[in-house]
């Protein structure tokens, strides 16, 4: 975890995640070997707070849908948040607190904060700035509701974080001080996402929601289900795999070329391939379960096996693992969705809120921002 002093200086060449173990720092290497001493009962420990978590998002505003339709932007939202402070702040600010357990708080605090009014900002985006459209899972006539009309720009934001972030190694900004490149790994972020809502979306709110009609190329579903496709993959190659085969490449224009181009192609690749046969909506579904089954398989549950196991074997357990768990996790919550009336809501689109929204956030919140507290005190 970075001191207070540490919010000043610049970041490592490359993210933890995806640096071969031979080029981590002495004392990573040994905070990492700590970890993996305690699993599987660290990811164990974890799932008492994770899955409880996970519940209320899914569920805490007096049922499933009026959760999925106010939850889920505010959380999808807040993803840019979360990354900024996991993968490029060290956990500052929560860090300049003593004593260290305030330190998750705080940063939660200040996650959900950046959350809403990046909210407010996307719905300003799409046609003004109405809180009861926020707020209320119905808010009537003549409001601005935020899901779904904002979704594509929340989802393109994160999409083009982790892009940045992790497949190109935020590269050039981990040069600057780590509160800046944040901040500007933020902006690009939300830059590539106004770029894509504003030429690529598609989006044809009703008329008496007040909000703007935004004509592009994809629907707003088709265009949600490529962005969660593509999200799919950087889990697979960047959480569940860390990097490989593209962090055995020493030179980092290669690297960086073959990385960007490999997520993206086959991000493109995949939902071209399936959208012939599949709706946007069970798309979007199937890759948030993926992503969600590979955010617990390999984050909250990081290298449980590796240690008793050849490399090569780990990688393919990890997948299996990984598609194992997304199916069940589609299966049961599709089959749940389908006993609840969600009026004009579909089904899948719950699946996806407690995929996403739900678990995934959770464990991210957890391991990635909270540092395993309460059941990790020592790891940094």
Request: glycine share 8%; with cysteine; charged share 10%.
């Amino acid at each position: 975890m970075a001191s207070p002093a540490e919010a000043t200086t610049a970041l490592p060449e490359r993210p933890v995640i995806s640096t071969p173990s031979a080029q981590l720092q002495p004392a990573v290497r040994t905070a990492l070997a700590r970890s993996i001493a305690r699993q599987p009962w660290l990811g164990l420990a974890g799932l008492l707070l994770v899955v409880p978590v996970a519940v209320v998002l899914a569920f805490a505003l007096d049922g499933p849908a009026r959760s999925l339709v106010v939850i889920g932007p505010l959380v999808t939202f807040s993803l840019v948040p979360t990354a900024i402070v996991a993968f490029w702040w060290n956990d500052w600010p929560g860090t300049a607190l003593v004593p260290r357990w305030l330190s998750g708080w705080l940063n939660t605090v200040f996650i959900l904060a950046a959350g809403v009014g990046l909210t407010f900002l996307g719905q300003l985006i799409a046609g003004g700035v109405d809180p009861r459209g926020v707020f209320d899972p119905n808010p009537g006539p003549g409001h601005l509701p935020t899901f779904p009309a904002t979704l594509p720009l929340a989802g393109a934001a994160f999409t083009a974080m982790l892009q940045f972030t992790l497949v190109n190694e935020g590269w050039p900004l981990r040069k600057l001080p780590r509160v800046p490149a944040g901040l500007l790994a933020g902006v690009l972020a939300w830059g590539v996402a106004l770029l894509i809502y504003y030429f690529v979306a598609d989006v044809r709110p009703p008329a008496s929601t007040g909000l703007h009609t935004q004509t592009g190329p994809m629907s707003g579903a088709s265009l949600g289900a490529l962005l969660v496709t593509v999200g799919a993959w950087q889990t697979w190659l960047y959480v569940t795999w860390r990097g490989w085969p593209f962090n055995l490449v020493r030179r980092r224009w290669l690297r960086l070329l073959l990385a960007n181009g490999t997520v993206a192609a086959g991000g493109w690749a995949t939902y071209t391939l399936i959208q012939l046969a599949v709706s946007p909506g069970k798309i979007i579904a199937g890759a948030a379960a993926v992503i969600a089954a590979g955010l617990v398989v390999s984050m909250l549950f990081e290298n449980a096996v590796r240690p008793h196991i050849t490399a090569v074997m780990d990688k393919w357990l990890s997948v299996t693992t990984v598609a194992a768990l997304a199916v069940v996790l589609y299966v049961v919550l599709t089959a749940y969705a389908r006993t609840v009336d969600f009026g004009r809501l579909e089904p899948s689109e719950f699946v996806v809120h407690g995929c996403l929204n739900a678990l995934a956030f959770s464990v991210i919140m957890h391991v990635a921002v909270g540092r395993r507290w309460p059941f990790a005190r020592d790891l940094p």
